[in-house]
């Protein structure tokens, strides 16, 4: 993380050279997250999508003549799925992250961008709400850090600026709880569609 950190930070010095455009902004929206279990397990299961929301931060720094630009973002976000086990009692489970995608991008036709990175997820809160009457449950703790990563497209509107990602893990997430024995492992994908809007800007 601290090696990424002093890249984006040298990055930002070569570019400020060469007359780069730096940007600072609020965006927020909303996600249609779905969690799945990386492996089948041994038990039954199903589990439905959950909408959530999103807010932040962000910054940008871009090169005018190539159109490319980094931009890293600081977002609270949620991931959320109803878990339903066999025909038992269906449970709801959620875990709040603070999100630090480092996005690299290229904008083209003045408005309209692509871009991908990766996003290193930092979970602050977990909500699993396994039955508290089957013994057949345990809670586990999911892991503190993870690494996802990011797709997106966006438009540049002014000082407004539309994104939609799409947002998955493939690794693990840790395990949220075991099920007679079985401990399965945790993945994520996530549709977003963040409005964000520019607050100021240096060196335009």
């Known amino acids: 993380m601290?090696?990424?950190?002093?890249?984006?930070?040298?990055?930002?010095?070569?570019?400020?050279?060469?007359?780069a455009q730096l940007e600072f902004g609020l965006k927020g929206g909303l996600s249609g997250s779905k969690l799945n279990l990386s492996e089948k397990p041994s038990f039954e299961y199903s589990n439905e999508s959950n909408n959530t929301i999103n807010f932040g931060i962000y910054s940008r720094l871009m090169i005018p003549v190539v159109g490319l630009y980094i931009q890293p973002e600081v977002i609270l976000n949620n991931r959320a799925s109803n878990f339903k086990v066999l025909n038992e009692k269906a449970f709801f489970h959620k875990a709040n992250y603070v999100d630090i995608p480092v996005l690299v991008g290229f904008r083209f036709l003045k408005?309209?961008?692509?871009?991908?990175?990766?996003?290193f997820q930092i979970l602050t809160k977990q909500l699993t709400e396994i039955p508290a009457d089957n013994p057949?449950?345990?809670?586990?703790?999911?892991?503190?850090?993870?690494t996802g990563y990011q797709l997106g497209v966006g438009?540049?509107?002014?000082?407004?600026?539309?994104?939609?990602?799409w947002d998955f893990n493939n690794a693990s997430m840790?395990?949220?709880?075991?099920?007679k024995g079985h401990t399965p492992e945790l993945t994520s994908r996530?549709?977003?569609?963040?409005?964000?809007?520019?607050?100021?800007?240096?060196?335009d």
């Open 155 to 165: 438009a540049d509107l002014a000082r407004l600026r539309v994104d939609l990602k």
């Open 2 to 19: 601290k090696k990424l950190f002093i890249f984006v930070v040298i990055c930002s010095l070569n570019i400020h050279a060469s007359n």
């Open 136 to 146: 057949d449950y345990v809670k586990n703790e999911l892991s503190k850090r993870s």
């Open 190 to 203: 996530l549709i977003t569609l963040q409005i964000g809007f520019k607050l100021f800007s240096f060196f």
């Open 111 to 119: 408005i309209a961008r692509v871009y991908g990175g990766p996003n």
């Open 174 to 179: 840790g395990s949220p709880f075991t099920y």
